[in-house]
């Protein structure tokens, strides 16, 4: 008998996707944009500050450069452990990735790194709010350089009561299948300073200009919007799920003495965009392999450290994260029955 295989990661989808969509397709509305400003306006409601949406996270990446890059400073400082788009954004506007370590805590940049990094030509840095852990933005604003927060995989997380996404003057979001919210593809850059937030939205479109730049077609399209608003309406119940799994899967892996589950932080609340552990005896390739051959797509949390494309040594906890880590199914569209079978096969294999 074949068993079903339970995926790494997935969106929730309903029949309110379909009642939106359904909507301007009857409206003949795909890129007319009425969807694409309703969506930005419940989800600026929701954030507490101004957004522009674009079609995709690294698009919203890419613009945010643009527009705070300052034309001397050439250097953008970016963690190791995250994914690749980080590094095509810089590229894409010219700056040069310094690639700093993360620490041990929560994953994030580590700011001792980033201090030995830090140089007058650097332009700005990317703070990434890591799989679901709100990261305090506190230290990095101290360094006097712009701090881009990076919310792709944190959204609607509070710490110290605050909302990632507007801890610092320019954030961006990914609305990718598998993210937090979904619109297929889909972005957003928010920010308090107006300029930036106009500058972007020029840039996302060329049409209908009076005067000529390089501007590019990063529209999100009405039925992105669509999806999304579907999706805004659970986001509540989405983060929910996601913390009911988290803390089963924690009361049962406490259990277990070669694993490390992921830490509770004070005054910050985490999301749970991944489960995390660290396996404490073992390698992560053999575990991935035996839990495939169960039926359960378990990953590394990052398909490789950025560092390491590019050969460069020094970044130890990255690699310490990344050679005991393991992503195990976490999100809304998760049942129960699944929950339970992951967890029953993990103590099986590390007990
Ligand atoms: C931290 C982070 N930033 C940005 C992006 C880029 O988002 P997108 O895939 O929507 O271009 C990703 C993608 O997964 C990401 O993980």
Known sequence: LKRKIIIHSQPFLDSKEFLYLKKALKENCLCCGKYVQIFEQKFAQFLGRDVVCVNSGTSALHLTLLAI?????RKILIPTFTCSALLNASFYVGLQPVIC??????FSLDIEDVKRKIAHDVNC????????????VKPFLELDVPVVEDCAHTLGAYIKNKMVGTLTQVSIFSFYATKFLTTSQGGAISSSDKKILNQVRDLREYDK?????IRFNYKMSDLDACIGLAQLEKLEEFIKKRKN??????????????????????ERDCLYYRYIIFLKKGKVSSFIKIMHERGIRVERPVFKPLHRYFKLKGFNSAEKIYNKSVSIP???????????????QIKKVLS
């Open 69 to 73: 890059s300052k034309r001397k400073k």
């Open 101 to 106: 370590d993360v620490n041990l805590y929560d």
């Open 125 to 136: 840095l990317i703070l990434v709010h890591p799989f679901g852990i709100p990261v305090d």
């Open 209 to 213: 200009k009076n005067n000529y730049k």
């Open 245 to 266: 799994l988290a803390s089963l899967y924690t009361q049962e892996f406490e259990k277990i003495k070669n694993i490390e589950i992921p830490r509770v932080y004070y």
């Open 330 to 344: 976490i999100y809304p569209a998760l049942t129960l029955k699944d929950a339970k079978y992951i967890i029953t």
